[in-house]
DNA sequence: CTGAAAGCGCTTACAG
DNA sequence: CTGAAAGCGCTTACAG
C-alpha cells in the first residue's frame, strides 16, 4: 500500500529504472514479450522491477487508451430481491474468472432508472451489458443493441429484437408446475401473476395454459393479478377471491408473489394444502420454513448467470456477434404443500 | 443513443462547433461558467450545442485528469445475505442521490479477497471506500486508513483504528434482547453465536452477557459457537446440546445463525416458545413467515447506509477528515417466540 | 529486438 | 472574458 500523498509509480518510473523504454515495459508488462520478440530476460527484469516497486497500472489511463474497461455492467430490477441477490453474487464469482468486473444496479422495474444507469455505465465505459429489461424498456434496449454495444438480454428478454438471451424455460416450468398440482388431485387450480407483458410473465402464463388445457381443464382457468405496489395486500385479495371461487389449488408466478401469498394465506388461517394446494416460484428460506413447506420450481442460478457472463465475454473477446439465445429448464421441488 | 461504431463526439467538436475554445467548452459544461466570468449567452450556446450533438464526457479521460472518479467502492461479506443486499440497495440510492455512483464486491469473510477487491477497486479508481472488515483484515484495513484514503469501516469496525464508522450498538441491541427474554418469564438463556474476533459479534457477546449478570442470571450464561462452514449441522448440533443442558430460551446472534436455527428446530421439532423461547437478529421473511413468528432485533437499514455514505462524501467533498464514529440503535421486534 | 512520439479526451494553470 | 498548450498514464503504430 502505497500512501496516497506519494505519487503513484508509473510505467515512466519502471522503464527509467530499468533502462529500457516505456513501449517495451508496457509489452513486457502485458505479457506481449514474446509477441514483440523481447529477450526473455528483459521481461523477467521488467517484471521484477514493477513488483520492487509495487507499480498499478492506472486503469483510467488505460482505459482510455484502449477504450476497453474490464467491465460488464449489469442491470436487474431489484439487488434486495433474494434471486437476484443470488445471481449477481454467481455473476460477480464468473466474471472475476475470466478476468472481468461487474458492475450492477438496480432498475426497480422503471425504464427511466434503467435508461439512466445503462447510459451511466456506458459513460464510465463498460464493456457490455447484462441486462434484465423491464416494463416499456423495449425501445430502448432495441436502440442499444442497434448501436452495437455487446449485449446479453437476462431472465425476462424481448425475444424479437436480435440479442442474446440467457432465461429460463419459462413455459415449461409453468406447465410443469401445474401438471404437478393436476397429478397430485387438484383440479380446480388458479394462478397468481403481475398483469405484465415481459415475455417471463406471458410464458408462465401460456405454460400453465397449455397444462391446463392439455388436462381437459380449459374451462378452470382462471388468473389473477397482483400489483406490485401494493403487494401483500392485493394479493391477498386475489387469494380470497379465488377461495370464494371454488379454487383449490394455487400457482404463484414468482418469487415475491409466493412470499406475498404466504403472508396471506398465514393471515386468512387457510389449511394448506386441504384447502388449498400451493406451487411457488425461485425459492427461499421462507418457503422452507413457513408452517407447511412449499413446493416451487427452482431456477438454477448458477447456470443462468454462467452462461449469460460467458456469451457476453465471448462477444467481447471472439468479436463474436453471433446470436445466441439459451432457456435453461427449472427444477420442481416438491413438498407438503403440493401433497393432497 | 449514438452508433458505436461511429466516433463519439468531444468536447474539441462542441467547440468547433461553438467557435469557442475547448476550456471554454470544458467550464461552461461543469458549470463554472459564473467562476470564469464567461458571459451567459456563450454558455447557453455552448450547452445547447452539447445537448444536440448529444455529448457523452468520456468518463475515463476525466477520472485520469482530475484523479477523482465519483465512485464508492463498497465491500460486503456477502451479497446474497439479505442483511447486505438491504444495506448496498439503500446505499446505491443514498449515493445517486449525491451524485455518487456505487462499485460492490463480497469479500466472503475472506481477508485475501477483501484485499483483492480493495486493491482492483483503488486501480479503477475510486475516490474512498464503505468497507464491511472480516476477521484477520485489521492489518489492511490499518495500512488503508494510514495510506490516506477515504475509508468508513461499516457494522464491524475495527475500533480501535483511527477512522470514522457507522455500525449498530451491537451491546444495546443484544442487551435488549436478552433482558426481554428474562422478562418474559424466560431465566436459562443461552445465545448461539460465531466464534470471531470482530467487533460487532463481540458486542453481541457482551451485551448479552451483561443482560444475564444485570438480572442475577451470571451463573447461566451459556454460549455455544455456529460454525460458517457447515452452519446448519453445527447450528442444529448447539441447539441440541444446550436443550440437553436445560437452556430454556435462546439468542441468535446473526441473521445467518437465527435461520439456521429456525431449520433446526423445525427439524427437532421443539415447541416454540413453550420449550424453547427464542430472538433472532435483522429480520427476513423467514423470521415472519415461519410457523411461530420469530421475535428479533430489527437493524435500520436505511439510517446505517445513509450515514456511511454521507460521511464519506462528506470527507471526499470538504476534505473534513475529522473522524466521525456513530452506533444506531436497533428495535426489538416481538412476536410469538418470545411470549411464554 | 528497441525507442521516440503520437494520441486517447479531458482539465487547468498560464498568459493575454 | 478567452485561447493555446501542457499533461494525466497509458498503448501502439512507425521507424529503425
Redesign the interface.
Known sequence: ?????TKKVSLKDIARQAGVSTSLTSFALNGKGKEHRISEETVRHIIQIAKDLNY??????K??RSGK?GVIGVVIP???N?FF??I??SM?DVAARLGY?V?F??SDEYAQKLQDLV??L????VDGFIIAPCERSEK?IH??V????PIVQFDRPYKNIESSYVTLNNHKAAYLATSHLIEAGFCRIGMVAYDISLSHMQERIEGYKAAMEDHGLKSEICIGFAKSDNLRKSTAKVIAKMKEKGIDALFFATNTIS?AG??AI?EQKIAIPRELGLVGFDG???F????IPLSYIKQPVEKLSKKAVEILVNMLEEENRAIQCVQIDGELIVNASSSC
Chains 1, 2 share one sequence.
Open positions: 500500500m502505497t500512501d496516497r500523498k498499478k497500472p492506472n486503469i483510467a489511463a482505459n482510455l474497461s431489484d439487488i434486495s433474494i441477490a443470488q449477481v453474487r460477480e468486473t458492475f444496479g438496480s447510459e451511466s456506458i459513460n464510465r465505459g430502448f436502440q442499444l442497434n448501436s452495437n454495444i412470499v404466504l403472508y398465514s427461499s428460506d421462507a422452507e420454513l413457513c408452517s
